[in-house]
């Protein structure tokens, strides 16, 4: 049962960001024949990128530049980038392939994956506009001891990006052998290579418009696929459903169940089906999603790229905007390939499994409504997709190192700038060799856990340190370096005990802990550990951190004293 | 380096922070921040427990047709997310920014 439990709630994961969707292909990613006109739109939106690199590394030459493209992006442009990050080659092939095959589950995910946007604004948005400048670490630390906040915060963001990145890798290198026809480590250098090209000359200028380009060639892909599948059914929602209803019952029909089991079946796909089967984990998986998100440190790092709190402000607005909007075409996506694609059987193997595995769905309806040319779009859209978000996420580790771990904490803020850049490019290339190194090595390995564990801990340990350090007086540095360790452990444990990890990947038999997502202990641990060891702390540190909340709030609140959008 | 910034401005900030408008300005913003945020908690939560315990209700047709009343719902909840989000950029443009703006001009900010 909870090893079922654990099965079926593999395909959240498909949700996240790429990682997950390279679990789903695990096994089942045979290569295709090579692709050209795939191949040369990719190349077409490599080269742009590039240029662009160019570009901004022409105008990157302080941290400022390097760090938040000076902090001239506006609320808009800024929108795109974060919605850009959000909006995965996972959540855009993940999501309709789940619809495709269960139909209504897959929206269940989509609102897990919003409904932490306006959170993250009515809470933290404004503040860490505010009280920010670099990493989320300025703003978690303002008013405490430097040193240990910091550390925390640097290990935070190295751990969350590390499990991020590894499977955005095995990701990459699986879709590049569908896709594209090419080998695995091929890609998995392409991937490498390209990210440290854009982070290494081009900084956040070039990684926000790698971002923004790429956002705008998603939606517009899709909302063309959208528009085609709706213009079939008259514009109509129900005959789109209807149809959809009717292929299911047809196929059940032939697969040889009764009639009434028949209609059932095709019935089905409009209602909640298995994959969430007990409250605790539902529960817990939702928290990980909606508090993960506003503890992610490539997400918090873009609102320090907007002059103010008013553009940060904007900058989540547009994001939810965008981010909702590409999540509903997404569900019309999924209905639109059960319909188009589940019936032809020119996209079929002899066993009626899709061609090239289940998460084709989309790339398969791409043809359907746009022929080879589409399909050639699509599917180098979905490839440029994980590169974006792997140059974003080298970006906010390396900050992490730089910035955090050499700038404040070894040289206790007397680094100068052009020494902080050399480290944060350093890092680059580290990271870059290590990404590479661990998607060769993680190539045939169960990576959905990683996906999970990152948003567990952004959940368990970001979240609740970002929230208490901005909005409790009596938060003191020990309770925020201690609490917020202990809440990141918490999640770390939990998930290696967890089925996923403990029965599925190690295979030691059942799991200690039952449930899937450990959030739902996590996160209060988190809590609770800061708020305890705040209270108990007697250190004299502990009087100047309280001491130090007052001037932290009106700052925050106004926006007195804040990093201007350009800082030399 | 986070702290040297603005050391010029702590009397600013005293000043500020002791003003009865700024502070009744930033209670109101903090109340409509977490009514906003305990409504589209509540609504997620609500749904995911709907899920977990009464899966057949969402699958329930509307009228006689084949969506069924969990479609609404569901992008219901997005398009909630997408409203909440306006309505607060809407009203802090509108009044917070504008009023703040007033309060630190007399402080001369």
Known sequence: MRARLAGALAPVLVLMPAPAFAAALEGEAQRQPINWVAIAMFVAFVGLTLWITKAAAARTRTASDFYTAGGGISGFQNGLAMAGDY????????????????????????????????????????????LGRFTFADVASYRFAQPPVRSFAAVSTLLVVSFYLIAQMVGAGQLIKLLFGLPYAVAVVIVGALMMLYVLFGGMRATTWVQIIKAVLLLGGASFMALMVLAQFGFSLEALFARAVAVKSAAAQAAGATPADAAAKGRAIMAPGGFIKDPVSAISFGLALMLGTAGLPHILMRFFTVPDAKEARKSVLWATGWIGYFYILTFIIGFGAIILVGTDAGYKMADGTLRGGGNMAAIHLAH??????????????????????????????????????YATVLKQGRANSADELRVSRITTLALGALAVLLGLVFEKQNVAFMVSLAFALAASGNF????????????????????????????????LLSPAVWTTTFGLGPAPFPYSSAAIFSVPAGFIAIWLISRLDRSPRAAVDKAGYPAQRVRAETGIGAFAASDH | MTQEAGRT??????????????????????????WLSAIIFAAFVGYLT?????????????????????????????????????????????????????ILKDHGA
């Open chain 1, 87 to 130: 909006m995965s080659a996972a959540s855009f092939l993940g999501i309709s392939a789940q619809i495709f095959t269960d139909g209504y589950d897959g929206l269940i995910y989509s609102t897990g994956f919003l409904v932490g946007w306006p959170i993250l604004l009515f809470l933290m948005a404004e503040r860490l506009r505010n």
């Open chain 1, 368 to 405: 359907a409504v746009g022929g080879n040319a589409f399909l050639g779009f699509i599917s180098a859209v979905a490839f440029a997709t994980i590169l974006a978000v792997v140059a974003g996420l080298t970006l906010s580790a390396a900050s992490a190192v730089s910035h955090d771990l």
């Open chain 1, 464 to 495: 609740p340190v970002l929230i208490l350090s901005l909005l409790w007086s009596g938060c003191t540095t020990r309770g925020a370096a201690w609490g917020g360790t202990i809440g990141l452990l918490t999640a770390f444990v939990l998930t």
């Open chain 2, 9 to 34: 401005d702590e009397a600013l900030i005293a000043a500020v922070g002791a003003d009865p408008r700024y502070i009744e300005l930033v209670a109101r913003r903090a109340r409509l921040g977490w």
């Open chain 2, 50 to 102: 709907l899920i977990a315990f009464d899966k057949a209700l969402l699958g329930m047709p509307i009228g006689d047709g084949v969506t069924s009343i969990g479609i609404p719902i569901g992008l219901g909840l997005i398009l909630l997310a997408i409203a909440l989000t306006g309505l607060y950029v809407a009203y802090a443009n509108r009044h917070h920014d504008a009023q703040m703006a007033a």
